[in-house]
C-alpha cells in the first residue's frame, strides 16, 4: 500500500484504496467519542475512533493521542476526521471518481468533433465572407457536415 503523501490518485492508487477498503469490511468504525477515564476530567479524556452501539456501548479501535505532538487541543478534529473516512464512503468517492474520469474521457472525446464541427463553420463564414454567397446546396453539405459532427459529439456522450 503506499503510504507517502500524493497529489495523483493514479489508477494503481485507487485499486489499492478501495482493496484496503473491501479489507475491512465488517468493521463499522465511523463515530469519534471519548472514552471516561477514572481520575482525569473529561477535557483530559482521550478521543477514540469506533462504534458506538444503540445502548451506548463504546467499541474502541483507534485512539487519537495527538498530545504527544504538543497539539492535545486537535484530537477530537483528527478523530473526527478518521471517523469519516470510512469504508463506505471510501467505496463511495472512488466509484465516482471512476465516474467522472469516464465522463472526463467521453468529454473529451466529444470535444474532437466539436472542434471538428467549429472548423466547418469557420471556414463556410471565411469562403462567404471572400466570395460571397454559396449556393443553398453548398451551404447545405458545410451545414450538413457540422450536423454530423454534433450528433458524433452527442454519441461520445454518457447516457
Known sequence: MTTSPVT??????????E???????????GQAFQVVEEGYLPGEWYWHVGMV????NQYPVLLVDTAQ??????AECVA?????????TVLEMAA?????????????AAM?????AADILRTLIENIDSRGNYSPEATALFLNQVLGCIHAAMQEQPQ
Do not use: M
Not at 452501539?53 to 451506548?56: A, P
Not at 473526527?80 to 463506505?88: C, I, L, T
Open 8 to 17: 495523483t490518485i493514479t489508477d494503481e492508487l485507487l485499486a489499492e484504496i
Open 19 to 29: 482493496a484496503a477498503a473491501n479489507a475491512v469490511k465488517g468493521w463499522q468504525c
Open 53 to 56: 452501539d444503540e445502548e451506548d
Open 69 to 74: 505532538y504538543d497539539q492535545p487541543e486537535q
Open 80 to 88: 473526527h476526521y478518521y471517523a469519516a473516512v470510512s469504508r463506505d
Open 96 to 108: 465516482e471518481l471512476r465516474t467522472l474520469r469516464a465522463e472526463n474521457a467521453a468529454n473529451r
Open 112 to 116: 474532437v468533433f466539436v472542434r471538428d
